[in-house]
């Protein structure tokens, strides 16, 4: 929505020129959107060979990808072009670009150090980016599909022993994101989602909680928030005792803040973990939640979202199954989930052993008594 008029914008880059185009509906501003945008294609279809690949990838960015991915892939998205992208293969024309040039990039970008996923991520920026192209008509086939990647070594997550686990709650005890921890650790939301967290969706009498949105990213002074990742990521998430516990403790503490802060207070979203101010809280500051305790501890270092998986393996342990676990993930796919925490920890074999026996054995007794 254009701020200055209120209205909705369609707005497209071609050759370097910026047109606009005004609603009043954000249906109706699509509409106008697609056709700005089929008439473009027209023309750029005659000319690829004359449209260089830096333009097109800038116009892409302002005019197709803004419009259908989050803030923050996006910002990915641009940061790919600008860096990697256009330096490499940005002189050439959408005509001329081949397959070799794309590959050659990408032993370039190898050779410099890059990862191999950040190596894989560059070229999917581009390969979205010609796919459009291509289905446009500007463009006969996407060279981008047509190349060798490194490989990536997934190792899957480490398991989360519950003592350790326990020992992690013992660390954050008495922090004032306490409650986030914990609640991280009992749902396994992304970061986001718990950054996102309104308290309109937080059902303590019930003992749960509804993920309907997501901190996408922060501004100086106000959150951006954004659709859950997946479909499946709308959820509801039961809540454990110790989590209401501490969602109650920390529900006093913040309006303690909030009167404290008076008209400075910030949190307008009325969202659950904010900074003293109420302002949004940044990513950087729930990982120093996590990580300073557990180094006071003596406990191994961390990632935040380490909690995530650290839900799923103890999930998994406490005899949970994959469906389950990724009911509680929001994954789109038990493929997904599967592919990530497959593995079983050596608790869980034992289990799986021991409950074999007893299954046997116990057949065998049965089979025996009914044979005398």
């Given at each position: 929505?254009?701020?200055?008029?209120?209205?909705?914008?369609?707005?497209?880059?071609?050759?370097?020129?910026?047109?606009?185009?005004?609603?009043?509906?954000?249906?109706?501003?699509?509409?106008?959107?697609?056709?700005?945008?089929?008439?473009?294609?027209?023309?750029?279809?005659?000319?690829?060979?004359?449209?260089?690949?830096?333009?097109?990838?800038?116009?892409?960015?302002?005019?197709?990808?803004?419009?259908?991915?989050?803030?923050?892939?996006?910002?990915?998205?641009?940061?790919?072009?600008?860096?990697h992208i256009a330096p490499a293969l940005g002189r050439h024309t959408l005509a001329t670009l081949s397959a070799g040039h794309v590959q050659r990039m990408i032993k370039d970008k190898a050779a410099a150090g890059l990862s191999p996923a950040?190596?894989?991520?560059?070229?999917?920026?581009?390969?979205?980016?010609?796919?459009?192209?291509?289905?446009?008509?500007?463009?006969?086939?996407?060279?981008?599909?047509?190349?060798?990647?490194?490989?990536?070594?997934?190792?899957?997550?480490?398991?989360?022993?519950?003592?350790?686990?326990?020992?992690?709650?013992?660390?954050?005890?008495?922090?004032?994101?306490?409650?986030?921890?914990?609640?991280?650790?009992?749902?396994?939301?992304?970061?986001?989602?718990?950054?996102?967290?309104?308290?309109?969706?937080?059902?303590?009498?019930?003992?749960?909680?509804?993920?309907?949105?997501?901190?996408?990213?922060?501004?100086?002074?106000?959150?951006?928030?954004?659709?859950?990742?997946?479909?499946?990521?709308?959820?509801?998430?039961?809540?454990?005792?110790?989590?209401?516990?501490?969602?109650?403790?920390?529900?006093?503490?913040?309006?303690?803040?909030?009167?404290?802060?008076?008209?400075?207070?910030?949190?307008?979203?009325?969202?659950?973990?904010?900074?003293?101010?109420?302002?949004?809280?940044?990513?950087?500051?729930?990982?120093?939640?996590?990580?300073?305790?557990?180094?006071?501890?003596?406990?191994?270092?961390?990632?935040?979202?380490?909690?995530?998986?650290?839900?799923?393996?103890?999930?998994?342990?406490?005899?949970?199954?994959?469906?389950?676990?990724?009911?509680?993930?929001?994954?789109?796919?038990?493929?997904?989930?599967?592919n990530v925490y497959a593995h079983v920890t050596p608790a869980t074999l034992r289990r799986v052993a021991d409950d074999l026996e007893a299954l046997v054995t116990g057949a065998g007794k049965g089979a025996a008594k009914g044979g005398g």
């Open positions: 929505m254009h701020r200055g008029s209120g209205r909705w914008q369609a707005r497209l880059t071609v050759d370097g020129r910026r047109i606009a185009r005004y609603a009043d509906s954000q249906s109706e501003a699509w509409k106008i959107l697609e056709a700005l945008r089929r008439k473009s294609a027209d023309g750029l279809s005659m000319r690829a060979d004359q449209v260089k690949v830096a333009d097109y990838l800038t116009a892409w960015l302002d005019d197709v990808a803004a419009f259908k991915v989050r803030p923050r892939t996006l910002e990915g998205y641009r940061q790919h072009v600008r860096d950040t190596v894989q991520r560059i070229r999917a920026t581009l390969r979205l980016a010609l796919a459009d192209a291509e289905r446009k008509g500007i463009i006969g086939r996407n060279p981008a599909r047509f190349v060798d990647l490194p490989a990536v070594r997934r190792n899957p997550p480490e398991a989360l022993e519950p003592e350790r686990a326990a020992a992690i709650l013992e660390a954050v005890k008495g922090h004032r994101l306490e409650a986030l921890i914990i609640v991280a650790m009992f749902t396994g939301m992304r970061q986001g989602e718990l950054l996102g967290l309104p308290w309109k969706a937080v059902d303590l009498v019930a003992g749960r909680l509804t993920v309907g949105q997501a901190l996408s990213r922060r501004t100086a002074a106000a959150p951006i928030l954004a659709e859950p990742k997946t479909k499946r990521s709308r959820r509801t998430l039961p809540l454990p005792p110790l989590a209401v516990a501490a969602l109650r403790a920390h529900g006093e503490r913040q309006r303690f803040e909030q009167k404290t802060a008076g008209d400075a207070w910030q949190n307008a979203d009325g969202l659950v973990f904010v900074a003293q101010d109420g302002g949004p809280l940044d990513a950087s500051t729930a990982l120093r939640a996590l990580r300073l305790p557990i180094a006071a501890a003596g406990l191994p270092r961390m990632r935040f979202h380490d909690l995530r998986h650290a839900y799923a393996t103890l999930a998994l342990q406490a005899g949970a199954g994959l469906r389950e676990v990724m009911e509680g993930l929001g994954h789109a796919d038990i493929g997904t989930t599967g």
